[in-house]
């Protein structure tokens, strides 16, 4: 498997979309917190032709800290999905174990994000639901290019069965 720059692109607009629809849950709780919203906008500028910048790369990690800091699950699982749609434009071109996961991970973390806001498992299966309509036809390819998911014990795992199979099917 290969994946060229336009993939990467291409992916990172879906991932964007996906991760900001959880990002008012993290804003309800840190209102005055702007990283996952700046890793999220540093995706967008990426996506639109921009470089995989040192900058992006620090959005990445900003989000991440900001999940690790909120203290609320929900908003912790919206800086998730922030963080890993920016570090979409840092797969590799060839696959490594574990890619799937990136790619998949901003619209899972954002069903995450809406489950344990709604606390009900069907919030997260309708947010799944949005990001496979949503989905692209170039960003089915992709995922298509990937191993498939497996379901497994943990929510996160099913969450992430449901959305892989959903785009491959």
């Known amino acids: 498997m290969t994946l060229a720059e336009n993939d990467l692109r291409e992916l990172g607009r879906w991932a964007a979309d996906c991760a900001e629809r959880a990002l008012p849950l993290f804003a ?7 990283r996952p919203r700046e890793a999220i906008a540093g995706i967008r500028a ?3 032709g921009g470089k995989r910048t040192n900058d992006l790369r620090k959005r990445v ?3 991440l800290a900001a999940a690790r800091e909120v203290g609320d699950p ?17 797969m590799h071109a060839t696959y ?12 899972m973390y954002a069903a995450l994000a809406r489950e344990l806001a709604a606390g009900a498992p069907a ?21 298509r290019k990937l191993p498939a998911r497996q379901s497994g014990r943990s929510r996160q795992e099913a969450l992430m069965h449901q959305l892989d199979a959903g785009l491959r099917g």
């Open 28 to 34: 309800a709780q840190a209102p005055d917190d702007v």
């Open 74 to 90: 929900a908003a912790a699982a919206a800086a998730r999905a922030a963080a890993t749609a920016a570090g979409v434009a840092y």
């Open 61 to 63: 990690w900003a989000a």
């Open 46 to 48: 990426y996506a639109q």
């Open 123 to 143: 919030a997260g299966d309708k947010e799944i639901r949005w990001a496979i309509r949503r989905a692209s036809p170039a960003v089915r390819i992709i995922v």
């Open 96 to 107: 490594t174990p574990g890619q799937e996961k990136h790619a998949l991970g901003p619209a």
